[in-house]
């Protein structure tokens, strides 16, 4: 397996922090930055949490602020799921900065540079992807694949019934994005919720590495911020190992809407015919995403 380039779309909550720990410990990645939007928590937050992760592992990757604001509307923020600070743990101030090139204009570049062979791995609302095409309609067709989690296909929402967080962040831009013809795969809620932690489970994990120790803390703590948690769902980790291995979970060809009426059904995500430029996760394997977890990252999971 050759490497990926890839360009990491986040608003780093304690899901994303882990993907982005997996990535950074992925010999088969070849990140070429992050771009950061609103969503879990305001922008500044994720810019601060992402350069905070950076400097805690001693990456260099260049961090390029992206969309502050919804195409219409604000974002919502889920600090009561994610925490005040968006993470379940305090890192130091990061001494960094963010790239003086805007999240639109770093992603154009990349793609112009490496046309067609650029993965963009989508972890939070799709706001920058819709303002790169609407900038540089372009680049759409110089996206070699495109990986995203959001959407509740044909089952429960989890900020509304029917709807999921990311795409109800910023409906239009989901709908615009999936419409765009970009050969896109879409990681739903049906299919995180193949791969939950119990809370026993995270607690008998350990580590001898920084990252990993960092990993099993996030978790850890995110079950401490509610006595009522039960399971830990990867929503954004198991979108970061399918761009990895694509064979992580079998397909449906799918062309898919997003409802961006005010309405009780606001964010909703709808098939509108079996046939289409979206892979929508069917099946996945958990047994082996859990394996490429603890193994990238050095973690123990004696339960497992």
Not at 10 to 26: F, S, V
Not at 76 to 100: E, M, Q, R, W
Request: charged share 15%.
């Amino acid at each position: 397996m050759g490497t990926l380039k890839c360009i990491i779309d986040t608003d780093p909550g304690i899901d994303d922090a882990l993907a982005i720990l997996m990535a950074l410990n992925c010999a088969g990645l070849d990140v070429l930055g992050f771009t950061t939007t609103g969503g879990n928590i305001p922008l500044e937050m994720a810019n601060k949490n992402i350069l905070s992760i950076l400097d805690y592992l001693d990456c260099q990757h260049g961090v390029y602020s992206g969309a502050k604001i919804p195409v219409a509307g604000s974002f919502p923020y889920a600090t009561h799921f994610h925490g005040t600070s968006g993470l379940s743990k305090d890192l130091p101030t990061p001494i960094s900065n963010v790239s003086s090139f805007t999240a639109v204009e770093f992603i154009n570049n990349a793609l112009c540079r490496y046309p067609q062979d650029v993965t963009l791995i989508c972890l939070g609302p799709l706001t920058n992807l819709y303002r790169l095409f609407q900038k540089y309609p372009d680049s759409i067709a110089k996206i070699g694949s495109l990986v995203m989690m959001g959407g509740a296909v044909n089952c429960p929402g989890n900020v509304t019934e029917h709807a999921e967080f990311n795409f109800y962040c910023d409906p239009v831009a989901a709908d615009w994005v999936l419409k765009s013809g970009v050969p896109t795969t879409l990681v739903d809620l049906a299919a995180c919720r193949q791969v939950g932690m119990s809370r026993k489970l995270a607690e008998s994990m350990s580590s001898v590495t920084k990252a990993g120790k960092f990993a099993v803390e996030l978790i850890v703590n995110w079950f401490e911020l509610d006595d009522a948690r039960y399971v830990f769902e990867f929503y954004d980790p198991l979108a970061l190992a399918i761009a990895i291995d694509p064979y992580l979970a079998t397909y449906r060809a799918v062309d898919i809407e997003v409802n961006c009426n005010v309405s009780p059904l606001y964010g909703q995500t709808r098939i509108r015919r079996c046939s289409g430029s979206t892979n929508l996760v069917d099946i996945v394997d958990s047994e082996t995403f859990f394996d490429m977890f603890a193994n990238g990252l050095n973690i123990n999971i004696p339960l497992i």
